[in-house]
Each structure stands twice: as C-alpha cells, then as structure tokens.
C-alpha cells in the first residue's frame, strides 16, 4: 500500500531515512516529497546573538534546519575555535531547549545539552519552559519557508496514482501543497487517509475541513508508522 509523507528525506546512520523503514516493516511503500525549500533570511542576525551568551536565558532550537544555521554561522564567521574554546560552556550553562529528539541529536553534535526533547511537540516544550523561566530573555530561531512541491506533486501523482494515506509534518507544508492535492486528487480524495505529525498540524488540518485518520502521539517514525498502520486498518483508527 502506498503512502506519502511531505517532508524532506533526512539519512540515518543506516544510509536510509527512518520514516521510510518503519513504514516498511508494516508493508507500506512510502514516497517522500519535500514540501518547502528553506532560505536562511537572518544569519548575521543570529551569528551576532551567538557570540553574546551573557544577553540571554537561553536557546530554543525548533528543528534541524535551526541546527544547520548554528553550525553555518560557526563556520562562515571563523568562530569554530572561540565556541570550542568559552562559548560552548557559555552556552551550556543556560538552558537550552529543543523540540523533538532528532533536533536534540543535532544540537548534542555541537557540544551543547538540550532539555526537553520528551514534550513530544512544540506546544507542551513551550508549557514546559513557561514553567520553568521568564520568556522575555529566550532566543528562538526558525527558518522561513518557500513553497516547491507542485512539480514534485504531480509526478507522483502520474507515477503512482493516489496515495492510499499522506502525512503533513508541518501547519506550513499543509498551506503550500493542500490546493495541489485536492486538484490532483479530484473525487479521490475521499478515499485519502490524512495523517498529522503532532497535534498542531492535525488542528490545522481539521480547520482546512480535512478529517485527521491519525495524529501520531510523538514526532518520531515508530509512532507515526503505528499511527498510520491503524488507521489503514478497516476501521482503523488512532
């Protein structure tokens, strides 16, 4: 059975992305399209706020492409060595919080310790740390998202036909693609098992008028392969 996950391929350590085997081990053959293409619009921004810790509380990092910017500035910016050397220690003796445990690897990679990966979503991290500090000396930074998926839509659409479930990962990639899918989709896409990565985007989803088949109960593939798996069962549901 085919599904569709609009999200951007991500390589484990196993060369494979861990989406795509959890979904095998249930016999699901899943395409991944990427839905936004991402520009970093603030890294001198950000780079200038990297270098003064003592200005705040700490650090939010909201996905791997926030990673990715922290690791770009540290490189672009020669500042490889002073991080090493006082600013990772600077850094690490504030919170720093992430959402999710493969944003929590990441973060981990440039030598910093991260809390509160466990929330599951970014609604429960944001009650989590609203329980803890004052929020006016927190940092948060996030990538702006580009819609790219409408070419990507419709080959998979002529190759495939319609997919028997597809998976939003984000409020924005649902923005960007849900006209092209309705349109390629026409009287099929009652037959469409819509599935969410947390409860933000399933929201999202049910005020675009879309019924949510499953909502995984945490933003990792064994929990959305469960998720997923049941709600393709006759009757299934999650």
Request: negative net charge.
């Amino acid at each position: 059975m085919k599904v569709l996950l609009l999200k951007d391929a991500k390589e484990d350590d196993c060369g494979q992305d861990p989406y795509i085997r959890e979904l095998e081990l249930y016999g699901l053959e899943a395409t991944l399209i990427p839905v936004l293409s991402f520009e970093f619009l603030s890294l001198p921004s950000f780079s200038e706020k990297l270098s003064h810790p003592e200005d705040y509380g700490g650090l939010i990092f909201t996905s791997p492409r926030a990673v990715e910017a922290a690791e770009l500035c540290l490189e672009k910016n020669n500042k490889t060595e002073v991080w090493k050397r006082s600013l990772k220690e600077k850094w690490n003796a504030k919170s720093v919080y992430v959402v999710g445990n493969a944003t929590a690897s990441l973060v981990s990679k440039i030598g910093l310790d991260t809390e509160g990966e466990t929330c599951g979503n970014a609604e429960k991290l944001a009650e989590y740390i609203c329980s803890r500090i004052a929020m006016e000396s927190i940092t948060v930074y996030q990538t702006i998202p580009h819609p790219g998926i409408q070419g990507n839509l419709n080959s998979y659409y002529s190759q495939q036909g319609v997919p028997a479930s597809i998976t939003f990962f984000s409020p924005s990639g649902l923005t960007y693609s849900l006209k092209h899918i309705q349109e390629l989709s026409g009287n099929n896409i009652d037959q469409i098992k819509f599935a969410a990565i947390g409860p933000t985007t399933a929201r999202a989803l049910a005020a675009q008028g879309l019924p949510v088949s499953c909502t995984a109960e945490s933003p990792t593939p064994q929990a959305l392969a469960t998720g997923i798996r049941k709600a393709l069962q006759p009757h299934g549901c999650c």
